[in-house]
Nanobody, 124 residues
């Protein structure tokens, strides 16, 4: 049984930082593309970042490029999202997801497993 569990969310002032973690069980993060998505109230879930399974390349949404960094620790079987210079518009529930085909997709529908999400709130 595959489980993804996010942690590390919280309330932070604009300009601050948070690091989100996604602990995986039932799959190895090095064998799947691991993505981060977010969903703000009243909006659709949107792509944030992804790291591919084979070469570990990272891709980002334009809105977070240069501020967020995705990574993974194979030994801990955990993916991370380091978020710096946070803005109020980054406020959302953040989800990690696994794509077993490892495509590095930005499409929500391409992901096989999802975590329950963690809330991030950025105050101005």
């Amino acid at each position: 049984q595959v489980q993804l569990v996010e942690s590390g969310g919280g309330l932070v002032q604009a300009g601050g930082s948070l690091r989100l973690s996604c602990a995986a069980s039932g799959l190895t993060v090095s064998s799947a593309a691991m993505g981060w998505f977010r969903q703000a109230p009243g909006k659709e879930r949107e792509f944030v970042a992804v790291i591919t399974w084979n070469d570990g390349r990272a891709y980002y949404a334009d809105s977070v490029k240069g501020r967020f960094t995705i990574s993974r620790d194979n030994a801990k079987n955990t993916a991370y999202l380091q978020m710096n210079r946070l803005k109020p518009e980054d406020t959302a529930i953040y989800f990690c997801a696994a794509d077993l085909c490892g495509r590095g997709s930005r499409n929500v529908d391409d992901y096989d497993y999802w975590g329950p999400g963690t809330q991030v709130a950025v105050s101005s």
